[in-house]
DNA sequence: TCGGTTCTACGAAAAAATTCGTAGAAAAAA
DNA sequence: TTTTTTCTACGAATTTTTTCGTAGAACCGA
C-alpha cells in the first residue's frame, strides 16, 4: 500500500512512462538517452549530466522497478512492454513531503517562496496558484 | 564556485550548524541524534527514521564535509569547531532547482501546487506567498 | 601520577544505487 | 538455412553514501 520511493534512476523511467504510456525496455531505454543528450547541452542545468545508459543497464533498472511493484508489465511476444503502477501525482506527493522535510525541515511555505522566487512561472500559473490560496485559505481560516 | 550537492545526511548536519552556529563534532552529534529520536516518534514521518549515528560516524561526515568545502573548522585547543561554509539559502536553491527537474520535469508551479494541497501553511504564510505573486506578476507581466 | 574519558585521524566494512558483461533463446535478415 | 540482431535473465563489478572500529594523543579527575 505505502509506495515505495523509486531512486533519481528509476524516477527518470517512470517519466518517461507515464508521458509515453506502456513501452519496451528498447523504447524507454532510447528516450531516455535522447532526454539525456539534450539535457547536457541546456546549460541551465545543474547537476552533472549523466551519460547514455547501456541497453542492459535500462534492463535491469526496469526488473527490479518490477520487483518493487513501481511498474506492471506484460508479455508480448518475446518481448516485455511495462506499465507505470505508480500515479505520477502520489509520486510527486511522496517525493515533495521528504523533500519539505529533508530541505526546507517542514515548511512548505518556505519552499513555495523559493520556487517561486528562482523559477519562471506565467501570469496563467500564478493565477491557478492565487486561486488555491483563495480556496485553502476558504477551508482553514486559521490562526 | 558551484556549491556542491550535499548528501542527506550532509543536509541534516548543515541544519544542525546553521540554526545553532558553529558547533563542535560532539554538540551536532547530540543533536542529530536527539532530533532523530524526536522524528521517529512523530507518525507524520514517511521516510523510515535513521538510527542514531554513532559519534565516529558523524565525526567522519564532517571530515568530509570539510573536505568538500561544506563546512569551515578552526581549533580550539584539541576539538575542532566546525561552521557552515554554504549559505542556507543558496543550498535550498541548489536542491530544489534539481529536485524540481528530476521530480517536476522543470516546473515550479506545478511543485508549488502540490505543497500547498498537501502541506499546511498558515494564513500569514499565504499572505506572504501573494504578496510574492503579486510582486511576481509587476516584474513580468508576461504571457 | 594513574586511569578513564574525549578528541582526531584513518582505513575499511557495509549498504545502497548504478552499470555492464555474458549467455542462451527467439526473431529477423540475408 | 545460416548469420546477425534483439530479447531476457543473471551475476557481478563499480560507484556513492553511510557506518564504524581501532589507535594514539590530549585532557581531566581522583
Do not use: C
Not at 10 to 15: A, T, Y
Not at 61 to 71: N, S, T, Y
Not at 74 to 99: C, I, K, N, P
Not at 104 to 131: C, P, T, Y
Amino acid at each position: 500500500m505505502p509506495i515505495n520511493k523509486p531512486t533519481d534512476s528509476e524516477l527518470e523511467i517512470l517519466h518517461i512512462l507515464w508521458e509515453k504510456g506502456p513501452s519496451t525496455v528498447r523504447t524507454v531505454n532510447d528516450l531516455l538517452n535522447e532526454r539525456r543528450k539534450s539535457n547536457a547541452m541546456a546549460a541551465r542545468n545543474v547537476a552533472k549530466p549523466k551519460e547514455s545508459a547501456g541497453y542492459t543497464t535500462t534492463l535491469k533498472l526496469m526488473q527490479i522497478m518490477f520487483e518493487k511493484g513501481l511498474v506492471s508489465r506484460e508479455e508480448d511476444g518475446r518481448t516485455h512492454v511495462y506499465a507505470a503502477a505508480v500515479r505520477e501525482e502520489d509520486t510527486q506527493s511522496l517525493l515533495l513531503q521528504q523533500f519539505v522535510d529533508n530541505t526546507f525541515r517542514g515548511s512548505a511555505a518556505r519552499l513555495v517562496m523559493q520556487a517561486l522566487g528562482s523559477h519562471e512561472a506565467s501570469s496563467e500559473e500564478l493565477d491557478e496558484i492565487k486561486a488555491l490560496i483563495a480556496q485553502l485559505e476558504q477551508q482553514q481560516p486559521k490562526s
